[in-house]
C-alpha cells in the first residue's frame, strides 16, 4: 500500500475516519496531521461506535503506530479522558500512540478566549466548538503557544506561560472582563501532564521517517475539509489550520516526495455545521427527513448540520486544490428513499453563470444554486458491496456525479459498517487493494 493522504472534499463529517478505518488495515502507521478536539470521527466496529476526537483512527487496529502530529493543537485534558474512555472499552494504548513534541497545547484561556469572541461577534458569529482551537492555533501563530516538548521541562513552564498571560489579560481588559484564571495551578496540572505523557512525546517527523525508511506504509489522517481550511475553505468560517492535503506535510514533517496519493471523502449530499454559506442547503421537512436519516448530528457537539444536494462546484474544487486520485462517496443509503435527487451544477449570481469556487464571501452568500435533476432509485442500497448490484439508478447517479466533478468514484460506501463498503477495483484505490 502507498502512502495516502486521507482529505474531507466539502464541509467536514464526510466520514474519513470510516474510509481510513477501512484502509488501515493496508497499512503499519496512520497519522493526523491537523485540528483538535473539535473534529468526531465516528466508527463502526461490529455493534460497537467509537467517536474519536483527538486520536487517529487507526487505534482500534492492533499492531498500529499512531502519530499526533505537530500541526494539532491537543488539549492535554482532552487527551487523557480520550485515552482513558478507549482504554476502559477493551483498546490498548501504550507505545502505539506517539504525541508530536512541537505540537502546541489548548489551555484554558483559549476556550475563555474562544467564547468571549464569539459572544462580541453578535450575529455574526462563526459558530466555532468553543473548545479553544482557534485561540490556540492564534498563539502559535504569534510566538506564545506552549508546545508538548515544554511540558518536559517543568521548571521553564511558568517563564513559558507569561507572555501568553500577559496577551489574555491585555485582551480582557480591553474588553471589560475579569482574567480570572489561576495561573500557578495551570502550571502544576502541565507538570503532572508532562509526567504521564512523556514517553509518547517524540519528533514525529523522525518517527514517521524511520517507519517509511523500513518500508512501512502511512495512512495521513486531515480533519475537518477542505471547505474549512483556512486558505482555501468559505473564509471566515473556516477552521484554523490546513485541513487540506498541503497541510498533511507541515503538519507532520513529511516532504512532498512520500506522498503517493490523496483520497477525498465526500457525501452523496453535502452537510455543514454552524454559520456560512452552504448553496445547496435544502431547507425544510425534506432537510430534516435526510438529516435524521443519515444521523446528521455532530459527533463531538451533538449540533444537527444542515443538509444540501450534492454540490459539484465544491467537489470540483477540492479535486483542484488536493489533487485527489480517487474519490469515497459516503452514505448513498441515505438518498434511497427519494423518488428523484437534485445535483447542484453551478451557481448563478446577478445574471452570471459561476462554474469555480468564488473566494469573495459576499458573492458566495448571494449565489443561487443551480440543480439538475435526476432519477432516485427508491429502493434499499444499504449493505451492497458490489457496484454492478446497485439500482441502475444509483450507478448512474454515482457515474454522473463523477463526470460532474472530473474525478473518478472509487469508494462508495453503502453504511456505517466496515463492511458497507464498494471498492472499484477498476479505480485508483482499487488498485492499491490489490
Known amino acids: 500500500m502507498p502512502n495516502i493522504v486521507i482529505v474531507g472534499a466539502q464541509w467536514g463529517d464526510e466520514g474519513k475516519g470510516k474510509v481510513v478505518d477501512l484502509l488501515t488495515d493496508k497499512v503499519q502507521v496512520v497519522a493526523r496531521y491537523n485540528g483538535g478536539h473539535n473534529a468526531g470521527h465516528t466508527i463502526l466496529v461490529g455493534q460497537e461506535r467509537f467517536v474519536l476526537h483527538l486520536i487517529p483512527s487507526g487505534i482500534l487496529h492492533p499492531g498500529i503506530l499512531c502519530v499526533m502530529g505537530n500541526g494539532m493543537v491537543i488539549d492535554p485534558w482532552a487527551l487523557e479522558k480520550e485515552i482513558a474512555e478507549l482504554r476502559a472499552r477493551g483498546v490498548t494504548i501504550g507505545d502505539n500512540l506517539v504525541v508530536s513534541d512541537r505540537a ?49 521541562r517543568p521548571a521553564d513552564l511558568p517563564e513559558r506561560l507569561a507572555e501568553a498571560r500577559r496577551h489574555y489579560e491585555l485582551i480582557c481588559r480591553g474588553a471589560g472582563r475579569s482574567p480570572d484564571l489561576d495561573w500557578d495551578r ?55 489550520s490546513s485541513a487540506a492535503a498541503g497541510g498533511a506535510l507541515t503538519g507532520l514533517g513529511v516532504p512532498p516526495s512520500r506522498i503517493d496519493g490523496v483520497i477525498g471523502i465526500a457525501k452523496a449530499y453535502t452537510t455543514r455545521v454552524g454559520a456560512g454559506p452552504l448553496p ?9 427527513d435526510i438529516r435524521d436519516r443519515g444521523h446528521e448530528y455532530g459527533a463531538s457537539t451533538g449540533r444537527p448540520r444542515r443538509c444540501g444536494w450534492f454540490d459539484a462546484v465544491v467537489v470540483r474544487y477540492s479535486i483542484r486544490v488536493n489533487g485527489f486520485d480517487s474519490v469515497a462517496l459516503t452514505k448513498l443509503d441515505v438518498l434511497d428513499h427519494l423518488a428523484e435527487i437534485k445535483v447542484c451544477v453551478a451557481y448563478r449570481c446577478q445574471g452570471e453563470t459561476i462554474r469555480e469556487m468564488p473566494a469573495d464571501l459576499a458573492v458566495l452568500e448571494a449565489c443561487e444554486p443551480v440543480y439538475e435533476t435526476l432519477p432516485g432509485w427508491s429502493e434499499s442500497t444499504g449493505g451492497v458491496r ?11 447517479y454515482v457515474d454522473r456525479l463523477a463526470e ?28 492499491w487493494f490489490a
Open 104 to 152: 502546541h497545547l489548548i489551555l484554558p484561556h483559549h476556550r475563555a478566549l474562544e467564547a468571549m469572541t464569539e459572544e462580541m461577534r453578535g450575529d455574526r458569529k462563526i459558530g466555532t466548538t468553543l473548545r479553544g482551537i482557534g485561540p490556540a492555533y492564534e498563539d502559535k501563530a504569534g510566538r506564545r503557544g506552549v508546545r508538548a516538548s515544554d511540558l518536559l
Open 186 to 240: 495551570l502550571a502544576t496540572d502541565l507538570t503532572g501532564f508532562g509526567e504521564r505523557l512523556r514517553p509518547r512525546i517524540a519528533d514525529a517527523s523522525l518517527v514517521l521517517q524511520r517507519e517509511m525508511a523500513h518500508g512501512y506504509s502511512v495512512l495521513f489522517e486531515g480533519a475537518q475539509a477542505t471547505l474549512l481550511d483556512m486558505d482555501h475553505g468559505t473564509y471566515p468560517y473556516v477552521t484554523s
Open 280 to 288: 445547496s442547503e435544502i431547507g425544510g421537512a425534506l432537510e430534516q
Open 386 to 396: 458490489d457496484f454492478g448490484r446497485l439500482p441502475a439508478a444509483a450507478r448512474g
Open 404 to 431: 460532474l466533478v472530473g474525478g473518478e468514484i472509487g469508494i462508495v460506501s453503502t453504511g456505517p459498517e466496515r463492511d458497507d463498503t464498494i471498492v472499484r477495483p477498476q479505480s485508483a484505490v482499487g488498485s
